[in-house]
């Protein structure tokens, strides 16, 4: 079992920059694929980005043209998310979530491959 809770969201103008952790508990952190998702008001989850449990591969959806960096470290449980460039768009509930199975041996953008969730914060940018 891993328990998720994510922190460092907020209100941000647009072109700011957030960073969000995951911290995450248990002992096997990892060994776990994490993915990082975003919901915002009436739209469905949206795979933001990924990265396989030794941090060395990462993935990221098309529409970040590299604004967003994913990063973890796992002595400290942790995954983080530096958003630069902020857009009004970025406003959503961001969650954390962690998976078993190996990246990239599955496809780490559907929400269906990950097994723990997190809560989620909130980021809000204003224009």
């Known amino acids: 079992q891993v328990q998720l809770v994510e922190s460092g969201g907020g209100l941000v103008q647009a072109g700011g920059s957030l960073r969000l952790s995951c911290a995450a508990s248990?002992?096997?952190?990892?060994?776990?694929?994490m993915g990082w998702f975003r919901q915002a008001p009436g739209k469905g989850r949206e795979f933001v980005a990924a990265?396989?449990?030794?941090?060395?591969?990462?993935y990221y959806a098309d529409f970040l043209k590299g604004r967003f960096t994913v990063s973890r470290d796992n002595p400290k449980n942790t995954v983080y998310l530096q958003m630069r460039s902020l857009k009004p768009e970025d406003t959503a509930v961001y969650h954390c979530?962690?998976?078993?199975?190996?990246?990239?041996?599955?496809?780490?953008?559907?929400?269906?491959?990950?097994?723990?969730w997190g809560q989620g914060t909130q980021v809000t940018v204003s224009s």
């Open positions: 979530a962690a998976g078993r199975e190996p990246f990239p041996t599955v496809d780490v953008s559907t929400w269906e491959t990950y097994n723990y």
């Open positions: 248990g002992r096997t952190f990892s060994s776990y694929t």
């Open positions: 990265i396989s449990s030794s941090g060395g591969i990462t």
